[in-house]
């Protein structure tokens, strides 16, 4: 119940389900809902903010389009982020990893990257250390420490075995340490 007005906000699974059906109003709703993280999700996954932005916009396109084929059988924001991921990584394999490396390292200091307690230096030294990440050991990390699903959670996300989100969760976090490290070295 909202406001003591007596009427309750439909699920997520219930908009989903009127937005297969059709319903922008429902999109709108789910749109207000959700904005804020799926743009986060993709400007960690992307490192600049123009195209997280754009590929925000496409995901809710997806969502209008794809809308009908949400089963139910997991989470709504189990199935919105890897709608959301599958798009990113379209758009990351689609460009020359050059030229990724140059946008990322060049980074972004939009507040949605930053982390609470890190001073500007630390916070764009780990934006520079998850960009030199390979796209899977960074999609692990971003979808468990900055999204904060739980390991099952990415595994259907990702569509791979917990056990394998768990390995590359550690290696992911091991490397990010090393790079961290040695860009810390050649300050």
Not at 44 to 57: H, K, M, V
Not at 94 to 106: F, I, Q, S
Request: hydrophobic share 35%.
């Amino acid at each position: 119940m909202q406001g003591g007005t007596g009427v309750s906000s439909p699920s997520d699974h219930e908009l989903i389900r009127r937005v297969g059906a059709g319903d922008l109003d429902a999109l709108g709703t789910l749109f207000s809902r959700h904005y804020r993280h799926v743009y986060a999700l993709c400007l960690r996954l992307t490192g600049d903010s123009a195209t997280a932005e754009d590929l925000t916009q496409e995901s809710f396109l997806r969502i209008l389009r794809f809308g009908g084929s949400f089963d139910g059988r997991s989470k709504f924001t189990t199935w919105l982020y890897r709608l959301v991921r599958n798009r990113c990584l379209d758009h990351i394999s689609g460009r020359r990893r050059d030229e990724r490396n140059v946008e990322l390292l060049a980074g972004s200091t939009d507040s949605a990257t930053q982390q609470p307690d890190c001073d500007n230096e630390r916070r764009e030294l780990i934006h520079v250390a998850l960009s030199r990440l390979s796209p899977d050991k960074r999609e692990v990390l971003v979808l468990s420490r900055f999204e904060n699903l739980r390991y099952q959670e990415i595994a259907e996300v990702c569509d791979i075995s917990v056990g394998n989100v768990k390995a590359r969760a550690h290696r992911a976090m091991k490397e990010l340490r090393r790079i961290v490290h040695d860009l810390e070295s050649n300050l």
